[in-house]
């Protein structure tokens, strides 16, 4: 019988239908496994529970931390707030910068405002 796969990762009769896992592929996964904690992306949510961002009145997030991470959490969350923002404003034919300051209000209601 002819199989496609390597013949490392074919199961013999005797070894059941489980498939063996090499020493290397075990070492990528422990180095996985050890390295996840570190891998796991800052969210807005634990950023503000950290004390490394806070809301400014004008509607977005500034960094209270110098951390590249955070740097980028405030980014990717500054960008999405100004698309939504901008739509809004556009919408209801208003300045983008009265929908920020009353979205600002709004977020420093619920959460850490900047100083």
């Known amino acids: 019988m002819r199989h496609d796969l390597p013949p490392s990762l074919?199961?013999?009769?005797?070894r059941g239908p489980a498939l063996r896992i090499s020493c290397a592929a075990s070492a990528v996964l422990a180095g996985a496994v050890a390295l996840a904690p570190m891998a796991q992306a800052l969210d807005l949510d634990g950023?503000?529970?950290?004390?490394?961002?806070?809301?400014?009145?004008?509607?977005?997030?500034?960094?209270?931390a110098p951390s590249p991470e955070v740097k980028a959490l405030v980014a990717d969350t500054n960008a999405r707030r100004m698309q939504a923002y901008q739509a809004s404003a556009q919408t209801q034919?208003?300045?983008?910068?009265?929908?920020?300051?009353?979205s600002g209000g709004l977020l420093r209601q619920k959460?850490?405002?900047c100083p």
């Open 93 to 102: 034919n208003v300045p983008v910068n009265q929908v920020q300051a009353v």
């Open 10 to 14: 074919v199961s013999s009769r005797r």
């Open 111 to 113: 959460h850490p405002a």
């Open 47 to 64: 950023a503000r529970n950290q004390g490394l961002v806070c809301e400014a009145p004008d509607g977005l997030v500034r960094a209270l």
